[in-house]
């Protein structure tokens, strides 16, 4: 297992055991294992659920599955089910109830920072879920009163959704949308988020696939290295402190969800730099710049 991270891992390893208990078939010759299994494709059928680092309902949450993204279960145990989220590869316990067969493919994705859907074509029926940025969903049909009918999830306003294939155009733009959310370790939406949750979010939205930690998302783009007054640095840039990521507004702003604030937060990027090396977590590691949210240089008219 050395050579593969665990947090990307679908296999099963009970602790303090020599070998994973299962793992992905798909692993099999390359991950030892007591037994190889096909996962089950499912996919999260509630707005977010948690993905839990144990069978257990109080156990940390380390990530979150949004409405409609795919989670290949290899396992379950009680009322949770160990397995894969598709989108991130992330792995993880989520409660079965919160899981459903995986359907047809998403046709659209949820543009909006949230979205009420209606029981019926109206805006004046109850509404059956609340569904968050970057959930994954399928239209049927023709639009009705500017809703739309989502299989076998009632309607929604069709300015919320953009069609698969369609992003937004600045990363900055859209994590400023989540100004004051509040800072949720594990969380995935405008309810609760963490720093490379954020940063990922805003990267979805744009159609740019990010991964989940910030460790790993340290390897997005290109390195980038600021002065020593951390001066030459662009809109959509990523900073990064040891477990910690942010990204860049201008040449001197930072938005980021922190614990300090509790909450997503813009400030000086000095300001925060200051801050996190005296709570001793040190300076910037990392600065990566991410080449096509770059806005090119206009020649001048000749």
Known sequence: MSAYDPRLTLALSPEGAALPKLADLALEGCVAAERYLAPTPLQASVEATSLRRRPDAGAEQLSQLLFGEGFDA???????????ARRDGYVGWAARDALSELGEAPS????????????DPSIKSPTIALLPQNALVRVEGEAEEALVRLAGHGWIAARHLAPIGFGETDPAAVALQYLGAPYLWGGRSSLGLDCSGLVQQALFACGHWAPRDSDMQAGLGLAITPD??????????????????????????????????????????????????????GPPTAFRRLPVFQTPPQREAE
């Open 108 to 119: 659209h994705w949820v543009r909006a920072l949230r979205s009420y859907v209606f029981q």
């Open 228 to 281: 020593t007054h951390l001066s030459g640095l662009s809109r959509n840039d990523l900073v990064f402190w040891r477990g910690h990521v942010g990204m860049m507004l201008d040449d001197e702003r930072l938005i980021h969800a922190n614990a300090f604030h509790m909450a997503v937060f813009v400030e000086p990027l000095a300001d925060a730099v200051e801050r996190i090396e005296a709570a001793g977590a």
């Open 74 to 84: 290899l396992f379950t145990d009680g009322d949770f089910v160990f397995g894969q």
